[in-house]
């Protein structure tokens, strides 16, 4: 089993930033794209961004482009998430996720179904 554990979430003010990291227990991490989604309170598991195994190519959602900056450490097996100017439609549970040699074309790594291993989440709440 592969295991994802988050951390870096909690209670911001509106404007804030926050930095999450994902630590990966894993054969070999430079395999594995990663990625991070978001869940907000009654809505459906939402693709925020991802990076390929090389860390080489990044992708990101419409709703966090310019905020929002993915990155990977592979002799850490940790991939990051930056988030600035926070706002209060920001809130969620924020989940890391991997699979394995997957690439960042068409969209199918945007669906939630379609990633292997997923962490346990962790709350973001900005503040109104």
């Known amino acids: 089993q592969v295991q994802l554990v988050e951390s870096g979430g909690g209670l911001v003010q509106p404007g804030g930033s926050l930095r999450f990291s994902c630590a990966a227990s894993v054969g070999t991490f430079s395999s594995y794209t990663t990625g991070w989604f978001c869940q907000a309170r009654g809505k459906y598991r939402d693709f925020v961004a991802a990076?390929?195994?090389?860390?080489?190519?990044?992708s990101y959602a419409d709703s966090v482009k310019g905020r929002v900056t993915i990155s990977r450490d592979n002799a850490k097996n940790t991939v990051n998430l930056q988030m600035n100017s926070l706002i209060p439609e920001d809130t969620a549970v924020y989940y890391c996720?991997?699979?394995?040699?997957?690439?960042?074309?068409?969209?199918?790594?945007?669906?939630?179904?379609?990633?292997?291993?997923w962490g346990q989440g962790t709350q973001v709440t900005v503040s109104s």
């Open positions: 990076i390929s195994c090389s860390g080489g190519s990044t």
């Open positions: 996720a991997a699979d394995l040699g997957r690439y960042l074309s068409g969209n199918s790594y945007r669906t939630e179904s379609e990633w292997d291993y």
